[in-house]
């Protein structure tokens, strides 16, 4: 089975303009969650969607954004760019029979965005 | 927010010992997994260990949980160089439904040959 992808694998932005960043999840799986990584303030989650709902949300100001499509594969959004958000995003996905089962989840190599 | 606090935030060993690494959080889980992550690429699963658990083996790797205490310990037996990476645990915490991890702040693994 193909692992999660994630494109671009880097990107670099200006201030001010908006990114879109895309995850396949593994097949079968219909859980897709976000993650932003910093030195600064580690491993903080951004949102999580099942089935094209979002289910879950972190702490994160509404520049950030996200959807599901059908089939599964997602994207997210960072409008309005600023320097915090250089950052790496990863995303996972998980196998999950219902939104409220649990399961290990399983990361793409993330996408690397440099804001400038 | 960051839910676990790890400990040591960085272990140096000789290859061939055990490393130990423990991790404490801050409210009521489902279940307590830990990752490994190679120099800022994506995270690797290792072993998922559920609340109702104590402990849990997984080849080299041996995981124990202890709630009353709100700790957890991750174990790596006869480490070897390819162990070197950053390993963080993650919660699942009781919020009604969906996946949230919160991870620790990690802690970075050098195996030395």
């Known amino acids: 089975k193909a692992g999660v992808t994630q494109t671009p694998r880097y990107l670099i932005k200006t201030r001010g303009q908006q990114v879109t960043l895309s995850c396949s999840p593994i097949s079968g799986h219909r859980s897709v969650s976000w993650y932003q990584q910093t030195p600064g303030q580690g491993l903080q989650f951004l949102f999580e969607y099942f089935s094209e709902t979002q289910r879950n949300k972190g702490n994160f100001p509404g520049r950030f954004s996200g959807r599901q499509f059908s089939n599964s594969r997602s994207e997210m959004n960072v409008s309005t760019l600023e320097l915090g958000d250089s950052a790496l995003y990863l995303c996972?996905?998980?196998?999950?029979?219902?939104?409220?089962?649990?399961?290990?989840?399983?990361f793409g190599p993330g996408t690397r965005l440099t804001v400038l | 927010s960051q839910q676990g606090e790890e400990d040591p935030q960085a272990l140096s060993i000789q290859e061939g010992e055990n490393a130990t690494m423990n991790c404490s959080y801050k409210t009521s889980i489902n279940n307590l997994q830990w990752y490994r992550q190679n120099s800022g690429r994506g995270l690797v699963h290792l072993i998922l260990?559920?609340?109702?658990?104590r402990e849990k083996h997984s080849g080299r790797l041996r995981v124990t949980l202890d709630t009353s205490k709100k700790s957890s310990s991750l174990l790596i037996t006869a480490s070897r160089a390819a162990d070197t990476a950053s390993y963080f645990c993650a919660t699942d915490a009781v919020t009604g439904g969906g996946n949230k991890l919160t991870f620790g702040t990690g802690t970075q693994l050098k195996v030395e040959l």
């Open positions: 260990i559920r609340s109702n658990e």
């Open positions: 996972a996905s998980s196998f999950r029979l219902a939104p409220s089962s649990y399961n290990e989840q399983f």
